[in-house]
């Protein structure tokens, strides 16, 4: 089973739609929670933080759920710009550094 | 301000041949890490330098992989004896201290080829 587990998608959204994606973590000593955002070809980008209280960004909400291990993302009001695949990423307790991401849910958003 | 850097962006290799990934943190940064990622995968951590220390290379698939960062600053990661499964996009990070350890900055990446 993977550390990170994502439903690859794809998830093909009209502009303006409301969509969520979920991710589950295995391991239950897990520190930090992101999102990050790739678009085609490029590096990785951190999107936002995830914390138990929950945490909004303009159009974007994350949400977890540490009972569950469960991480969610919702976008609202897509646009054509949010088409990407959008990675689930662990931070490691332990003091490890390394990052640890999800295969990635990808996102297209068309007119 | 400069970002990660790495070089080259495209590299072509025949099966068997060694190749060196160059990599340059952002100034100042203390931690680098090294990424594999497959098509259609996320990244798979390789290796973590602070400094010039080695702190992790649990994440190296084989004795093949080899990682420095002699000064503490450009990091090579090389591959030697390269075979077809090692066709992937290497990123490296860095990151530094007095930001949030996690938020790591990455490179726009290698794009290995192994014919």
């Known amino acids: 089973r993977k550390e990170v587990e994502q439903d690859p998608g794809p998830f093909n959204v009209p502009e303006g739609a409301t969509v969520a994606f979920n991710c589950t973590y295995s391991?239950?000593?897990?520190?930090?929670f992101f999102w990050y955002r790739q678009d085609c070809r490029k590096e990785p980008k951190l999107l936002m933080s995830?914390?138990?209280s929950g945490n909004e960004d303009g159009r974007f909400t994350a949400q977890l759920n540490r009972a569950s291990q469960y991480i969610s993302l919702l976008i609202r009001d897509s646009k054509l710009s949010d088409s990407a695949t959008y990675l689930c990423?662990?931070?490691?307790?332990?003091?490890?550094?390394?990052?640890?991401f999800g295969a990635g849910t990808r996102l297209a958003v068309h007119p | 301000g400069a970002g990660v850097s790495q070089s080259p962006r495209y590299k072509v290799a025949k099966r068997g041949q060694d190749v060196a990934l160059r990599c340059d943190p952002i100034?100042?940064?203390?931690?680098l890490f090294w990424y594999q990622q497959a098509l259609g995968q996320g990244p798979e951590f390789l290796t973590y330098?602070?400094?010039?220390?080695?702190?992790?290379k649990s994440g190296l698939p084989s004795d093949r992989f080899f990682a420095e960062r002699p000064e503490g600053s450009v990091s090579t990661l090389k591959i030697q004896r390269t075979q077809q499964e090692d066709s992937a996009v290497y990123l490296c990070?860095?990151?530094?201290?007095?930001?949030?350890?996690?938020?790591?900055?990455f490179g726009p990446g290698t794009r290995l080829l192994v014919l």
């Open positions: 330098f602070q400094n010039e220390a080695q702190l992790d």
């Open positions: 100034s100042g940064h203390v931690s």
């Open positions: 990423v662990v931070l490691p307790g332990g003091g490890y550094n390394k990052l640890i």
């Open positions: 391991n239950s000593a897990s520190q930090s």
């Open positions: 995830v914390y138990s």
């Open positions: 990070a860095s990151s530094s201290p007095g930001q949030r350890q996690e938020t790591q900055y």
